[in-house]
């Protein structure tokens, strides 16, 4: 069995983990397939991506009862497993948007919060497990949970793995939206059509300056809104597209 699928839905990539008797837990077969939906994510023609789950589950996190490979003496196997998933959705200049139809636990939850945005099927759940086995946060959870609900909302959390309906993770902040289940991916979906449609390349280009301004000083962030403008002003189709609300405006002036 294939453990993640990808289909193309037109400019949009729908990644689905799909290892639905385990709740979609990450084993080493997963974690390959997963690299090669990076991969295809990576293809200009892919414009947004979708991440969700097949059957019942988002994703267990790490796979408890699979074969794992011994780690070094003083080493983790974090390097090798988790992170190169985590900088891979970072990097794709493109939205990334986690469709979460059921529970997203441990380093499924932090595949989750890696995502730009997620959208939770009223079934959902979000659990933080790793305290309950003796670990702190793996696959970058500790970087984004804090950015999301605030340092001591994440550590509480964290610490106490408290299970959180979606309703809960909706009043958080964790999620964006909560849509029934039945209408999960195809409501993701056209949010991330709808993106795809934006003229230019200014989708991308808000996402890298987002995560610019979350990790450096104003000033910095001032001189990377300058660049990335530059890039996004000489864009094609954004011409094209200034002149089309310029005509609805009736004259309106822009300053650009």
């Given at each position: 069995?294939?453990?993640?699928?990808?289909?193309r839905?037109?400019?949009?990539?729908?990644v689905?983990?799909?290892?639905?008797?385990?709740?979609?837990?990450?084993?080493?077969?997963?974690?390959?397939?997963?690299?090669?939906?990076?991969?295809?994510?990576?293809?200009?023609?892919v414009?947004?991506?979708?991440?969700?789950?097949?059957?019942?589950g988002?994703?267990?996190?790490?796979?408890?009862?699979?074969?794992?490979?011994?780690?070094?003496?003083?080493?983790?196997?974090?390097?090798?497993t988790?992170?190169?998933?985590?900088?891979?959705?970072?990097?794709?200049?493109?939205?990334?948007?986690?469709?979460v139809?059921g529970?997203a636990?441990g380093?499924g939850?932090?595949?989750?919060?890696?995502?730009?945005?997620?959208?939770?099927?009223?079934?959902a759940?979000?659990?933080?497990?790793?305290?309950a086995?003796?670990?702190?946060?793996?696959?970058?959870?500790?970087?984004?949970?804090?950015?999301l609900?605030?340092?001591?909302?994440?550590?509480?959390?964290?610490?106490?793995?408290?299970?959180?309906?979606?309703?809960?993770?909706?009043?958080?902040?964790l999620?964006?939206?909560?849509?029934?289940?039945?209408?999960?991916?195809?409501?993701?979906?056209?949010?991330?059509?709808?993106?795809?449609?934006?003229?230019?390349v200014?989708?991308?280009?808000?996402?890298?300056?987002?995560?610019?301004?979350l990790?450096?000083?104003?000033?910095?962030?001032?001189?990377?809104?300058?660049?990335?403008q530059a890039?996004?002003?000489?864009?094609?189709?954004?011409q094209?597209?200034?002149a089309?609300?310029?005509?609805?405006l009736?004259?309106t002036?822009?300053?650009?």
């Amino acid at each position: 069995m294939t453990t993640v699928l990808t289909e193309r839905d037109g400019a949009v990539l729908i990644v689905t983990l799909n290892r639905p008797e385990k709740l979609n837990a990450l084993d080493a077969d997963t974690l390959y397939a997963l690299a090669d939906a990076w991969h295809e994510a990576a293809d200009p023609e892919v414009e947004a991506v979708v991440v969700t789950g097949n059957g019942r589950g988002f994703c267990a996190g790490a796979d408890l009862r699979a074969a794992q490979a011994p780690a070094r003496p003083g080493s983790s196997g974090l390097r090798h497993t988790y992170h190169p998933h985590v900088l891979a959705m970072a990097a794709l200049e493109k939205p990334v948007i986690a469709a979460v139809n059921g529970p997203a636990a441990g380093a499924g939850l932090s595949l989750a919060a890696a995502a730009d945005l997620r959208i939770a099927a009223d079934t959902a759940t979000f659990v933080p497990a790793f305290t309950a086995v003796g670990l702190v946060p793996d696959a970058g959870g500790a970087y984004f949970l804090p950015r999301l609900l605030g340092y001591a909302r994440a550590y509480q959390w964290l610490v106490t793995g408290r299970p959180l309906t979606a309703a809960q993770a909706l009043d958080w902040g964790l999620v964006s939206e909560v849509v029934p289940a039945d209408d999960l991916l195809p409501h993701t979906l056209r949010l991330a059509h709808q993106m795809t449609e934006t003229p230019g390349v200014a989708v991308g280009l808000t996402k890298r300056l987002l995560d610019y301004g979350l990790n450096h000083g104003l000033a910095e962030l001032l001189d990377e809104e300058a660049r990335l403008q530059a890039l996004a002003v000489a864009a094609p189709g954004r011409q094209q597209a200034r002149a089309q609300v310029v005509r609805r405006l009736s004259g309106t002036e822009e300053d650009q």
